[in-house]
């Protein structure tokens, strides 16, 4: 429930927040791989909500941002559960 009052109470537009300038100049030197339809609704998102002025590489960086703030905490306690000390 928290995560959702996180992101109701955000003030700013998701164009705002997602489909901005983004500080990568270029394309990182990794490969991945996204479903078809993920790709084809991504790529329409950027064109006609950001006017197509940001790269689909800087709106999945700025996605997955957000997605670390959001869940950081959430994804670190699980990992240290999965991760213990041998000692």
């Given at each position: 429930?928290?995560?959702?009052?996180?992101?109701?109470?955000g003030?700013?537009s998701?164009?705002?927040q997602?489909?901005?300038?983004?500080?990568?100049?270029?394309r990182?030197?990794k490969?991945?791989?996204v479903?078809?339809e993920?790709?084809e609704?991504l790529?329409r998102i950027v064109?006609?909500?950001?006017g197509g002025?940001i790269?689909?590489?800087?709106?999945?960086?700025n996605?997955?941002?957000?997605?670390?703030e959001l869940?950081?905490?959430?994804i670190?306690?699980?990992?240290?559960?999965?991760n213990k000390?041998?000692?």
């Amino acid at each position: 429930m928290e995560k959702n009052n996180k992101r109701q109470s955000g003030k700013r537009s998701y164009g705002s927040q997602f489909l901005k300038k983004h500080s990568m100049n270029r394309r990182g030197d990794k490969t991945i791989y996204v479903r078809q339809e993920y790709h084809e609704r991504l790529t329409r998102i950027v064109q006609i909500i950001g006017g197509g002025d940001i790269p689909l590489y800087a709106y999945l960086d700025n996605i997955l941002k957000h997605h670390f703030e959001l869940f950081g905490e959430d994804i670190i306690k699980d990992f240290d559960k999965m991760n213990k000390p041998l000692f």
